[in-house]
């Protein structure tokens, strides 16, 4: 199948019609992952055609009701396809700690490859539970309601300069998000520059960066249908996922750090926390809140900042020698033993609470954060009993894991900003892959 599939198809997306549907920041969404109870509701009330109907929907049958959305935007000219198949420039600009950043992508139909053929690769592990709830919304919609996002090495200099002149071109559509993220697309619809990104990329090392789940749910859909259809000819639309494709070296590149929240703690592990964390980490009190994110922020890759629940004082955790480290974390490949999230995993939530692996993918105990404060007053507030706070890995970081064949426990990465929900959407049923 790999051979005769082309690797990269344009494809009429399905967008809003906003003389229909409103303005288009009205209309938009995050993934689903960061949409809770509340932003659910206020999504819901801000537009009556805004994505979260479709991304996370709240009736009693979400999966159902959402199909028929679907089918009656299209049928109503909510959403329409745009004029001829494309693919698709798109960039975010957006400011961070004062700085100002654009981050460009190119978004495509990629062809489903599995990971054991080494051109798509993962870096962090998935939890069971969320690839059940994407399977069902993929299953009754028939449609990428949102972009999965993948990285690709730099260095072909013909696509580096079509990205480069498409960035000059008007915008098909604008929309600024609730966090002030400037998302803007253009469409790439002439053959001979569709024919350019083809032939880069046609055997380039995707590594994905954000939408695990929703890539392994693809693979599982895509299974499903060959099986129930077998005599189906040539490439479908279901052989493919929507995929925001970035550079390794884009300078709008951006990881934050995921912090952990512990709902539930063992209150004897915590007791004796210091006692069983000082094997490996020599620990340092800390006065409050605001003095424990200046001493992490100082302190670099490697030092834990931990919150428990009943002390007033926080702690820093640094590792005792590397040679201690290396020794107690010797059960990993050596591309995972010197990540925050992997001393933390390893060393804290295992050795110290006896939390383990499995428990941890099942899910319902740990919640993930980039919001260092909001982590640590889950803990003064009583709703937590500790909140674990860690730098985040790099780029490199995350390209050394893949390439070693490993993989990172779950939530390891968050790529600032989410890629929109809502701007463009990849009907499956639609047309498969067509010629440029």
Same mark, same amino acid.
């Given at each position: 199948m790999?051979?005769e599939?082309?690797?990269?198809a344009p494809? /009429?997306?399905?967008?809003?019609d906003?003389?229909?549907a409103?303005? =288009?920041?009205?209309?938009i969404?995050?993934?689903? $992952?960061l +949409?809770? *109870?509340?932003r659910?509701?206020?999504?819901y009330a801000?537009?009556?055609?805004n994505?979260?109907?479709l ?6 049958d979400?999966y159902?009701a959402?199909?028929?959305?679907l089918?009656?935007w299209r #049928? ?10 494309a +693919?698709y420039?798109?960039t975010?600009?957006f400011?961070l700690?004062? @700085?100002?950043y654009?981050?460009t *992508?190119?978004?495509?139909?990629m062809?489903l490859?599995?990971?054991?053929? *080494?051109? +798509?690769l993962?870096?962090e ?8 709830d994407r399977?069902?919304?993929?299953a009754?919609t028939?449609?990428?309601?949102s972009p999965i996002?993948? !990285?690709?090495p730099?260095?072909? #200099?013909a !696509?580096e /300069?079509? =990205?480069?002149?498409a960035?000059r071109?008007?915008?098909l559509?604008?929309a ?9 697309v253009?469409?790439i619809?002439?053959?001979?520059e569709i024919?350019?990104?083809r032939?880069?990329?046609a055997?380039?090392r +995707?590594l994905?960066?954000?939408?695990h789940?929703?890539?392994?749910t693809a693979?599982?859909y895509r299974r499903?249908r060959?099986?129930?259809?077998? #005599?189906?000819a040539g490439p479908r639309?279901?052989d493919?996922?929507?995929?925001t &494709?970035v550079r ?5 590149l951006?990881?934050l750090p995921?912090h ?7 209150a004897?592990?915590i007791a004796?926390f210091?006692?069983r964390a000082?094997?490996?980490f020599a ?11 200046l001493a992490l922020?100082?302190?670099g890759r490697g030092?834990?900042g ?7 004082e926080f @702690? &820093?955790?640094r590792?005792?020698?590397q040679?201690? %480290?290396?020794?107690? =974390?010797?059960?990993l490949p050596?591309a995972?033993?010197?990540? $925050?999230v992997?001393i933390?995993?390893? =060393?804290?939530f295992?050795r110290v609470?006896g ?7 099942a899910g319902g105990? %740990?919640e993930?954060?980039?919001d260092a404060r909001a982590? !640590?007053?889950?803990?003064a507030?009583g709703?937590?009993?500790g909140?674990?706070l ?10 050394g894991?893949?390439?070693?064949g ?9 790529f ?6 809502g701007? %463009? ?11 440029a």
């Amino acid at each position: 199948m790999v051979e005769e599939f082309p690797r990269i198809a344009p494809f /009429a997306a399905l967008t809003f019609d906003c003389t229909r549907a409103g303005r =288009l920041e009205t209309l938009i969404a995050p993934p689903y $992952d960061l +949409i809770d *109870g509340a932003r659910q509701n206020a999504l819901y009330a801000r537009n009556p055609y805004n994505i979260v109907r479709l991304e996370l929907n709240r009736e009693a049958d979400p999966y159902a009701a959402a199909a028929a959305t679907l089918a009656k935007w299209r #049928a109503d000219g909510i959403l329409r396809p745009t004029p001829r198949p494309a +693919i698709y420039h798109y960039t975010q600009s957006f400011e961070l700690d004062g @700085r100002r950043y654009t981050r460009t *992508g190119l978004v495509v139909r990629m062809r489903l490859d599995d990971f054991s053929g *080494g051109l +798509i690769l993962p870096h962090e592990r998935t939890f069971p539970k969320a690839k059940e709830d994407r399977l069902r919304l993929l299953a009754a919609t028939r449609a990428n309601v949102s972009p999965i996002f993948g !990285l690709y090495p730099a260095g072909d #200099a013909a !696509l580096e /300069a079509l =990205l480069a002149n498409a960035a000059r071109r008007e915008p098909l559509f604008a929309a600024t998000d609730d966090l002030g993220v400037r998302n803007e697309v253009r469409a790439i619809g002439d053959p001979a520059e569709i024919e350019t990104a083809r032939r880069a990329l046609a055997a380039v090392r +995707i590594l994905i960066a954000d939408g695990h789940h929703r890539y392994e749910t693809a693979l599982e859909y895509r299974r499903r249908r060959r099986a129930a259809e077998p #005599a189906l000819a040539g490439p479908r639309g279901f052989d493919y996922v929507m995929m925001t &494709l970035v550079r390794f070296d884009d300078p709008g590149l951006v990881i934050l750090p995921t912090h952990r929240v512990a709902r539930r703690l063992d209150a004897a592990a915590i007791a004796a926390f210091d006692e069983r964390a000082g094997a490996c980490f020599a620990i340092e009190k800390v006065a409050n809140a605001e003095a424990l994110r200046l001493a992490l922020g100082a302190a670099g890759r490697g030092v834990l900042g931990v919150a428990l629940r009943g002390d007033r004082e926080f @702690r &820093l955790l640094r590792p005792r020698n590397q040679a201690a %480290l290396g020794a107690a =974390l010797a059960d990993l490949p050596p591309a995972l033993r010197e990540l $925050d999230v992997s001393i933390l995993h390893a =060393l804290v939530f295992d050795r110290v609470f006896g939390l383990k692996a499995d428990a941890i993918r099942a899910g319902g105990n %740990l919640e993930y954060t980039i919001d260092a404060r909001a982590a !640590l007053e889950a803990v003064a507030s009583g709703a937590a009993d500790g909140a674990f706070l860690m730098a985040a890995p790099t780029v490199g970081d995350v390209e050394g894991v893949c390439a070693s064949g490993a993989t990172m426990p779950e939530k390891s990465t968050y790529f600032f900003p989410k890629l929109a929900t809502g701007l %463009l959407l990849n009907p499956l049923d639609d047309d498969g892959p067509r010629a440029a």
